[in-house]
């Protein structure tokens, strides 16, 4: 059974950047089958993709948040950690971590996910 699990701060100040860690069980993180993926949900709005990194280690972006997203892993470790640089209140939400699959380039759906983390971005 996969399980994932973030960490990460739940308050970051506006213009700073905001770095969560997703811990994964029960799976490896270099399987090339899954692209392992960061998502959030801000209130009352629907579910945001953001971007993922492959079994090999090759990261995909939502072209919307490419300009201030990377992500990065810990194999030795079996994380992922999500930087989003120069927050705004706008990035506000539930953050989850996911196991995802791709068709071609594209994500397509998540089987596994954490339990999801609330960050707020306020001053």
């Known amino acids: 059974q996969v399980q994932l699990q973030e960490s990460g701060p739940g308050l970051v100040k506006p213009s700073q950047t905001l770095s969560l860690t997703c811990t994964v069980s029960g799976g490896s993180i270099t399987t090339n089958l899954y692209y392992w993926s960061w998502i959030r949900q801000p209130p009352g709005k629907g579910l945001e993709w953001m971007g993922a990194i492959g079994g090999s280690g090759f990261t995909y972006y939502s072209p919307s948040l490419k300009s201030r997203t990377s992500i990065s892993r810990d194999t030795s470790k079996n994380q992922f950690t999500l930087h989003l640089h120069s927050v705004t209140p706008e990035d506000s939400a539930v953050y989850y971590c996911?196991?995802?699959?791709?068709?071609?380039?594209?994500?397509?759906?998540?089987?596994?996910w954490g339990q999801g983390t609330q960050v707020t971005v306020s001053s």
């Open positions: 996911a196991r995802g699959r791709f068709y071609m380039t594209t994500y397509v759906s998540a089987d596994y």
